[in-house]
């Protein structure tokens, strides 16, 4: 509910997986609001088509030495943060865009560093959900 209307009625998980607007997905935990078109993400937001939704749990530390995929980002790593359950990762793009990743605390953490360079991606990308300008939808993911 916004402003005394109804934004979007379903399941907490479908409210939280695939929130119909940036507002829902705000609204129900942290979320990494990116833009994207041609179902991949994007630096430029004035030749985004939408916008994805990935949650912080669903990215991971990947090698830069891998090709970048299609949901994944590069930026400098801002924050390391054990906290307890999770470290928490915050990375800023070099479009001055902040991701937040969550990782397990099993996680190998010796390598990151705060001001170092780090990629992070989708592990599944059928977690990344896509608003589009014209409301919800799933785009095609290129593997």
């Given at each position: 509910m916004r402003d005394g209307v109804l934004v979007q009625v379903a399941s907490p998980e479908d409210l939280y997986r695939r929130p119909i607007d940036e507002y829902v997905a705000g609204f129900l935990g942290e979320a990494n609001l990116l833009p994207t078109a041609g179902g991949r993400l994007v630096e430029d937001a004035a030749s985004a088509e939408g916008t994805a939704v990935i949650r912080p749990e669903d990215l991971q530390v990947v090698s830069a030495s891998q090709p970048a995929g299609a949901w994944s980002v590069d930026g400098t790593i801002r924050l390391l943060s054990f906290q307890g359950s999770r470290f928490r990762l915050e990375l800023r793009t070099d479009a001055d865009r902040r991701i937040v990743c969550s990782?397990?605390?099993?996680?190998?953490?010796?390598?990151?560093?705060?001001?170092?360079?780090?990629?992070?991606?989708?592990?599944?990308p059928s977690r990344v959900h896509t608003i589009a300008s014209t409301g919800a939808v799933r785009v095609p993911v290129a593997a």
């Open positions: 990782l397990p605390p099993s996680a190998d953490v010796s390598a990151l560093a705060v001001g170092a360079r780090a990629r992070l991606g989708v592990a599944d």
